[in-house]
């Protein structure tokens, strides 16, 4: 059940990027422009992280 819940939130999270540009730019004030590539793999997950819960 659980497996089965976090595969329907994953895959249903919206398509907008919104709340994804507006994470990158709180990030982007603290980190730099490089930091920030690196991060983006973990910031994907902290969103689908966030929309599980």
């Not at 249903?12 to 730019?25: G, L, Q, V, Y």
């Not at 603290?30 to 966030?50: A, F, H, N, V």
């Amino acid at each position: 059940p659980m497996l089965a819940n976090f595969a329907i939130n994953l895959l249903t999270i919206p398509a907008s990027a919104a709340d994804c540009e507006r994470k990158i730019s709180e990030l982007g004030d603290t980190l730099g422009t490089r930091q920030l590539e690196i991060k983006l793999e973990l910031l994907d997950t902290l969103q689908c992280l966030e929309c599980w819960r």
